[in-house]
């Protein structure tokens, strides 16, 4: 049986949690949270590596994050725009772990694979609450906050996590993926080969100054937030 977890981050490919929320993750492993990635792509498609060099550094990288799960479904990379198909299977995989925070990239983006993630994961948890909506799995409720985080650019948060204690963590499984950060012999130029992990480095310091703290990882609400008090 499925050991349930507390945090779900969906990733359209494998390193896009790390990029926008690997801080966060392993802080909330370190108060002791059950967290999980699921990658819903394995990132074929990707100019540098291969499927399998992709698997191991997300493998490691989960490991420097102590990931308590990593999920690896097989819609196919630039293709999810037309992946209405993947909601069930989305859906399976929220009714199995029953998560309580749910994470999914940020819509706006240049890579269009993070948008169409945004929107399969919002049906997702939507459907996974429906009684008659039918997976291998019954309908659970669990999912209390469904938040967004980011992966290219800079947007302007509607809320802050303090990450300042597990930045370490986030550059150490950046740097896992080597086939994708780093320039080798065989690989052509990106924009993730061009100083990719300083630019979110510098963006997580920016987001700290603005929180009034070291380093802040940045994210969007599907819900209100609401304070019981202040």
Not at 14 to 30: F, S, V
Not at 72 to 81: F, K, M, S, Y
Not at 134 to 140: I, K, L, N, R, S
Not at 198 to 212: I, K, N
Request: glycine residues 6%.
């Amino acid at each position: 049986m499925t050991k349930p977890v507390d945090l779900l981050a969906f990733s359209a490919h494998p390193d896009d949690a790390e990029i926008g929320m690997a801080a966060t993750l392993h802080q909330k492993k370190q108060e002791g949270a059950r967290t999980a990635i699921c990658s819903i792509t394995c990132a074929e498609l990707s100019s540098n590596g291969t499927p399998a060099m992709r698997q191991e550094e997300a493998a490691a990288a989960a490991a420097v994050l102590g990931v308590d799960e990593r999920i690896q479904l097989e819609a196919p990379d630039r293709g999810l725009v037309q992946q209405m198909g993947i909601i069930e299977e989305l859906t399976e995989v929220i009714r199995q772990y029953q998560p309580r925070l749910v994470f999914a990239p940020w819509h706006e983006d240049r890579h269009p694979d993070h948008g169409a993630a945004a929107s399969l994961v919002r049906e997702a948890v939507f459907n996974a609450r429906i009684r008659h909506y039918e997976t291998a799995t019954p309908a659970v409720k669990t999912v209390e906050k469904l938040y967004y985080y980011f992966i290219n650019g800079m947007p302007e948060p509607q809320f802050f996590v303090d990450v300042s204690n597990s930045m370490h963590a986030k550059k150490q499984a950046l740097n896992c993926y080597q086939s994708q950060f780093e320039g080798g012999a065989d690989s052509v130029q990106t924009p993730l080969t061009d100083g990719y992990i300083e630019a979110v480095t510098a963006r997580e310091r920016a987001y700290g100054r603005q929180a009034g703290t070291t380093y802040a990882e940045g994210f969007m609400s599907e819900y209100p937030i609401v304070f019981r008090s202040l």
